[in-house]
């Protein structure tokens, strides 16, 4: 969900009858079978799903001290082998040519760039050392197994990192040593998988040790015996660790709960060990919702963390929390903004913090005024900074100057840019990607707002093909958002790509429906418990307002999206009253009361859905809002994805789906990805899900 979305009846089509099936579909997109004619400017091409995994993944890794130069990560696809190579390179922030920094085959990632101007990073899961102007590289590390979510102590002296440890016999071979060849998983409670793995009773904990320029003492499991993880499952990193400024004691995320208990809480707590004592402190006890990402202002004297109110409501609204220097009293920094946080930093002078957060279909940045003695007025004062069509994804960190960010468009994938206090334009930094833009033909974005069913201001984000002209009509795409709580940006995807979606010759609208942030907390609120509701309406009201304009052709209009996304498929192919002609489900659920039975995250359940099916006061979202009750209404193409080590939208969904389809001989295709979860995150599986994808639109938008 948000963490964040066959041919003939129960049949599996096999890896070689897809590839059989698909052979036949060029690299480069024929425009006569997989997309619409349209004309391109000339020289120009439009985006293909091969140019698309082409493009460099740039992430920002770290700044020197004086700010003036930015170590920064590119990933590139190599499809011989199905895997991505990362390095790092250096750029000047002022402007300046890049520099290759590593080249070894495999990924680095930064730890730290020290004051010295040495870069440590991790290589293979061993730390490393180089001068950032480009001097010979140093192993620093040689331990077994490698190193995992690195945090180095302030004065350098010590160690943090994770390591998995046996904690319960789930596995056979792990509970009877006489049969190692036996692979039985034996359960006595639930959390008994996530994500897309099985637990084998191993947890993540983390570890501290003593560090001298490599040399790393006897690490201590400062969680021993415990059957919890540190940091969280499945996405926690080593953002779930902290140092406390004086290197004495470490801070971690974690959630102190077992088994059933774990499945329906998101009740983390942020946690104090001290190295002297061995003692542990719990600094957020009575917070009962998610607690994450511990941090200290620049001079050490203040904690602050981000927090969510509600236990079970993982998109609940997050605030920015301090411990108030003297009395520890805990203060919520945003509790009068009606937004919520993404992720923050401090300012070098520690009187700022910046955050990133969801506004209006982007994602901007703000500052929050912490002067000493601030926290103790009840409303500081909170100022959007940047502003614009495009998402900030990223604070790397402060010069003197400015900011130094990573940014997406709809058009864009992620560069680095510099945001000045002074003059308020974004200047691009890294330049990956320019050339291979410089060759595509462009999509227009724009902005349009719709009187919902209720009345209200619904707004949405509308792509169009290259070189679009009013004049002519065009097939129409309404994309729906998982999550159900994740906001519709200016992001930039690698599967649900809106500029891939238009090259081919589509208009797409993108509506931001109840349920997303951005809009406040009530608006993001509205859609639990009501999920087949005001956000389908929404989704109808959004289709219905773009088909009134004559360039929309209406006899050509399709619906599309993952998770909760692919549910909203599920239930417009019920309710959507021949307005559609054609729909992709990738990952959405179908039935809900199976659903509830078989996914994961029970919280979740609990929270959106408002409980199990056998309460009677959910007796609505069981049956109103259950698309398989409205399966009857089915009479429009449908395709389906499915992973097959989805836990969360379990395969059944996508089964019983594809099953019913067939049954009431609607044209159906059930395309089954095995080694995928949630997500499509191999290079040559997202190839097939693109031709298959643009294939199945070319099929029934004709």
């Given at each position: 969900?948000?963490?964040i979305?066959i041919?003939?009846?129960?049949?599996?089509?096999?890896?070689?009858a897809?590839?059989?099936?698909?052979?036949?579909?060029?690299?480069?997109?024929?425009?006569?079978?997989?997309?619409?004619?349209t004309m391109?400017?000339?020289?120009?091409?439009?985006?293909s799903?091969?140019k698309?995994?082409?493009?460099?993944?740039?992430?920002?890794?770290?700044l020197?001290?004086d700010?003036?130069?930015?170590?920064?990560?590119?990933?590139n696809y190599q499809?011989d082998?199905?895997?991505?190579?990362?390095?790092?390179y250096?750029?000047?922030?002022?402007?300046?040519?890049?520099?290759?920094?590593?080249?070894e085959a495999?990924?680095?990632?930064?730890?730290?760039?020290e004051?010295?101007?040495?870069?440590l990073?991790?290589?293979?899961?061993?730390?490393?050392?180089?001068?950032?102007?480009?001097?010979?590289?140093?192993?620093?590390?040689?331990i077994?197994?490698?190193?995992?979510?690195?945090?180095l102590?302030?004065?350098?002296?010590?160690?943090?990192?994770?390591?998995?440890?046996?904690?319960?016999?789930?596995?056979?071979?792990?509970?009877?040593?006489?049969l190692?060849?036996?692979?039985?998983?034996?359960?006595?409670?639930?959390?008994?998988?996530?994500?897309?793995?099985?637990?084998?009773?191993?947890?993540?904990?983390?570890f501290?040790?003593?560090?001298?320029n490599?040399q790393?003492?006897?690490?201590?499991d400062?969680?021993?015996g415990?059957?919890?993880?540190s940091?969280?499952?499945?996405?926690?990193?080593?953002e779930?660790?902290?140092w406390?400024?004086?290197?004495?004691?470490?801070?971690?995320?974690?959630k102190?709960?077992?088994?059933?208990?774990?499945?329906?809480s998101?009740n983390?707590?942020?946690?104090?060990?001290?190295?002297?004592?061995?003692?542990t402190?719990?600094?957020?006890?009575?917070?009962?919702?998610?607690?994450?990402?511990?941090?200290f202002?620049?001079?050490?004297?203040?904690?602050?963390w981000?927090?969510?109110?509600?236990?079970?409501?993982e998109?609940?609204?997050?605030?920015?929390?301090?411990?108030?220097?003297g009395?520890?009293?805990?203060?919520?920094?945003?509790?009068?903004?009606?937004?919520?946080?993404?992720?923050?930093?401090?300012?070098k002078?520690?009187?700022?913090?910046?955050?990133?957060?969801?506004v209006?279909?982007?994602?901007?940045?703000?500052?929050?005024?912490?002067?000493?003695?601030?926290?103790?007025?009840?409303?500081p004062?909170?100022?959007?900074?940047t502003?614009?069509?495009?998402?900030?994804?990223?604070?790397?960190?402060?010069?003197?100057d400015g900011?130094?960010?990573?940014?997406?468009?709809?058009?864009?994938?992620?560069?680095v840019?510099?945001?000045p206090?002074?003059?308020?334009?974004?200047?691009?930094?890294?330049?990956?990607?320019?050339?291979?833009?410089?060759?595509?033909?462009?999509?227009?974005?724009?902005?349009?707002?719709?009187?919902?069913s209720?009345?209200?201001?619904?707004?949405?984000?509308?792509?169009?093909?290259?070189d679009?002209?009013?004049?002519?009509?065009?097939?129409?795409?309404?994309?729906?958002q998982g999550?159900?709580?994740s906001?519709?940006?200016?992001?930039?995807?690698?599967r649900?790509?809106?500029?891939?979606?238009?090259?081919?010759?589509?208009?797409?609208?993108?509506?931001?429906?109840?349920?997303m942030p951005?809009?406040?907390?009530?608006w993001?609120e509205?859609?639990?418990?009501?999920?087949?509701?005001?956000?389908?309406r929404?989704?109808?009201?959004?289709?219905?307002?773009?088909s009134?304009e004559k360039?929309?052709?209406?006899?050509?209009?399709g619906?599309?999206?993952?998770?909760y996304?692919?549910?909203?498929?599920?239930?417009?192919?019920?309710?959507?009253e021949?307005?559609?002609?054609?729909?992709?489900s990738?990952?959405g659920?179908?039935?809900?009361?199976?659903?509830?039975?078989?996914?994961?995250?029970?919280f979740?359940?609990?929270?959106?859905?408002?409980g199990?099916?056998?309460?009677?006061?959910?007796?609505?979202?069981?049956t109103?809002?259950?698309?398989?009750?409205?399966?009857?209404?089915?009479?429009?193409?449908?395709?389906?994805?499915?992973g097959?080590?989805?836990f969360?939208?379990?395969?059944?969904?996508?089964q019983?789906?594809?099953?019913?389809?067939q049954?009431?001989?609607?044209?159906?295709?059930?395309?089954?990805?095995?080694?995928?979860?949630?997500?499509?995150?191999?290079?040559?599986?997202?190839q097939?899900?693109?031709?298959?994808?643009?294939?199945?639109?070319?099929e029934?938008?004709?």
């Amino acid at each position: 969900m948000r963490k964040i979305t066959i041919i003939g009846a129960c049949l599996l089509i096999s890896n070689m009858a897809m590839a059989q099936r698909t052979k036949d579909l060029p690299d480069k997109m024929d425009r006569q079978k997989l997309a619409v004619k349209t004309m391109y400017t000339p020289g120009l091409e439009p985006l293909s799903p091969k140019k698309l995994w082409e493009l460099g993944r740039v992430a920002a890794e770290g700044l020197s001290k004086d700010g003036k130069t930015l170590v920064y990560s590119v990933s590139n696809y190599q499809f011989d082998e199905n895997k991505s190579e990362k390095n790092l390179y250096t750029i000047p922030v002022n402007g300046g040519v890049a520099k290759q920094f590593t080249s070894e085959a495999g990924s680095e990632s930064v730890l730290k760039v020290e004051d010295t101007g040495d870069v440590l990073y991790t290589f293979k899961g061993q730390i490393w050392k180089k001068n950032i102007d480009g001097s010979e590289a140093k192993q620093l590390t040689n331990i077994e197994g490698g190193l995992e979510n690195v945090k180095l102590s302030p004065d350098g002296k010590k160690i943090m990192f994770s390591k998995a440890v046996l904690i319960k016999p789930y596995h056979s071979v792990d509970k009877y040593k006489d049969l190692p060849k036996s692979d039985v998983y034996i359960y006595d409670n639930l959390d008994y998988r996530h994500w897309d793995s099985w637990m084998d009773g191993r947890f993540k904990h983390p570890f501290v040790a003593s560090y001298d320029n490599g040399q790393i003492g006897e690490a201590k499991d400062i969680m021993e015996g415990e059957a919890f993880y540190s940091p969280q499952m499945p996405f926690g990193g080593a953002e779930d660790f902290a140092w406390a400024p004086d290197s004495k004691s470490v801070f971690y995320v974690c959630k102190k709960k077992f088994g059933t208990d774990y499945a329906q809480s998101t009740n983390t707590d942020i946690y104090q060990y001290d190295l002297a004592s061995g003692t542990t402190k719990n600094w957020t006890e009575g917070m009962l919702g998610y607690d994450t990402h511990p941090e200290f202002n620049p001079d050490g004297s203040v904690f602050s963390w981000l927090s969510m109110k509600t236990d079970g409501y993982e998109a609940d609204k997050n605030d920015i929390y301090i411990l108030e220097p003297g009395s520890n009293r805990k203060v919520n920094l945003t509790a009068h903004w009606d937004g919520t946080v993404n992720s923050f930093t401090w300012s070098k002078d520690g009187k700022k913090i910046f955050f990133t957060a969801p506004v209006g279909g982007t994602v901007q940045v703000f500052e929050l005024g912490v002067e000493k003695g601030v926290w103790n007025k009840m409303q500081p004062k909170i100022n959007q900074i940047t502003k614009g069509d495009f998402d900030i994804t990223g604070i790397v960190g402060e010069t003197k100057d400015g900011l130094v960010l990573t940014s997406t468009k709809m058009t864009r994938a992620t560069e680095v840019f510099f945001f000045p206090f002074k003059g308020k334009e974004l200047r691009q930094i890294t330049t990956v990607n320019d050339a291979d833009y410089s060759k595509m033909a462009a999509t227009k974005v724009e902005s349009r707002v719709t009187k919902a069913s209720d009345g209200k201001d619904l707004f949405s984000w509308v792509i169009y093909p290259p070189d679009f002209d009013p004049n002519k009509k065009y097939p129409t795409l309404l994309f729906c958002q998982g999550g159900p709580q994740s906001a519709t940006t200016q992001s930039y995807s690698f599967r649900w790509n809106f500029q891939l979606l238009a090259s081919q010759g589509y208009i797409v609208i993108a509506p931001n429906r109840r349920g997303m942030p951005g809009w406040g907390v009530k608006w993001n609120e509205d859609i639990s418990k009501d999920w087949g509701g005001q956000a389908i309406r929404d989704y109808l009201s959004a289709i219905d307002d773009l088909s009134k304009e004559k360039y929309v052709d209406k006899d050509r209009l399709g619906a599309i999206g993952a998770s909760y996304g692919g549910y909203s498929v599920f239930m417009l192919a019920g309710v959507h009253e021949g307005r559609f002609k054609s729909f992709i489900s990738h990952c959405g659920l179908f039935d809900m009361e199976s659903w509830y039975g078989t996914t994961e995250e029970l919280f979740f359940a609990n929270h959106d859905l408002g409980g199990p099916y056998w309460d009677k006061a959910n007796a609505k979202t069981y049956t109103d809002y259950n698309p398989m009750r409205h399966v009857n209404k089915w009479d429009t193409p449908i395709l389906i994805f499915q992973g097959g080590k989805d836990f969360r939208v379990p395969i059944g969904q996508g089964q019983e789906a594809f099953q019913a389809a067939q049954l009431k001989g609607i044209k159906s295709r059930f395309v089954y990805l095995p080694e995928e979860n949630h997500w499509v995150l191999s290079g040559q599986n997202a190839q097939v899900w693109q031709r298959e994808f643009f294939g199945w639109l070319s099929e029934t938008l004709k």
